[in-house]
């Protein structure tokens, strides 16, 4: 009992916990992942695949707050998260780090060897991919972190995955969310750019003016809800997911690869 609250001895893999986050990023509706979104015919007729009924099993309050304190851990120093930031975009994701596995007793954990992991989900307003790296670290490793190795792998991953998908970016690249511009006025006399001798000086306040949010195109048959599509690439020492969430219960428009 005193190793469930810390995740020891509770066996789950990479697959099922982004399971867990996409339900997050879907607003506490659980849509299982499918590995094919459609299979195409001799003849060329593309047949969809047909979803698993899924249902919600989180509230949308509890996913949207969730979701908010997500996004603080990938923030700047001295946030845990903050290697796994993508420039333009706001991610929600967590860290991790474990011993590994060895055994099959509730015991049997490496001391020496630990497993770094990263899980998280963008753009974190209107979620449309989640990933997650799990890194194996060798014996005598220090400083193998969650936050430290998979975190960059994780930045890299889900900055090409946007990209590549046509995402458009929420944020500014440089991290500011606001622009504040002045009125634009002419045919006046110019006023003074101080205050009067003697006056109390005070700040000038110009009108804050809120970025323009680029629509986010999703497949042609999306509608109210999100799907998440998912595949997984195995190397030698590390493995990395990959979810796609859309607004459809129904398959996704893009057909997915077979796994490697």
Known sequence: MLTKPIGYGLAATPMQVLDAY??????????????VSARIDAQGVR????????????????????????????????????????PGYTVAGKTGTARQKT?????????????????G?????????????????????????GGSESGPLFSQVMAQTL????????????????????????????????????????????PVKAPVKAPVKAPAHAADSKEVKSKVAKGKHRRVSTGRASRSHGASSTQSKPLQ
Do not use: W
Not at 185 to 193: M, R, W
């Open 22 to 35: 996409m339900t997050i990023a879907n607003g506490g509706k659980i849509v299982h992942p499918r590995l």
């Open 47 to 86: 047949h969809q695949t047909v979803a698993q009924p899924g249902g919600r099993v989180v509230s949308k309050a509890t996913a949207s707050a969730v979701t908010e304190m997500l996004t603080h851990v990938v923030a700047p120093s001295p946030a845990t998260g903050g290697s796994a930031a993508v």
């Open 103 to 119: 055994g099959n007793g509730a015991d049997s954990f490496a001391l020496a060897k630990l497993e770094a992991t990263f899980v």
């Open 121 to 145: 989900f963008a753009p974190a307003e209107n979620p449309r991919f989640a990933v997650i790296v799990v890194l194996d670290g060798q014996a005598g490793n220090v400083g193998f972190y």
């Open 163 to 206: 990209r590549l998908n046509g995402v458009a970016p929420t944020r500014d690249p440089q991290g500011l969310s606001q622009s504040v511009t002045g009125p634009l006025v002419s045919g006046l006399a110019a006023a003074p750019t101080g205050p009067a001798v003697g006056a109390p000086s005070a700040p000038v306040k110009a």
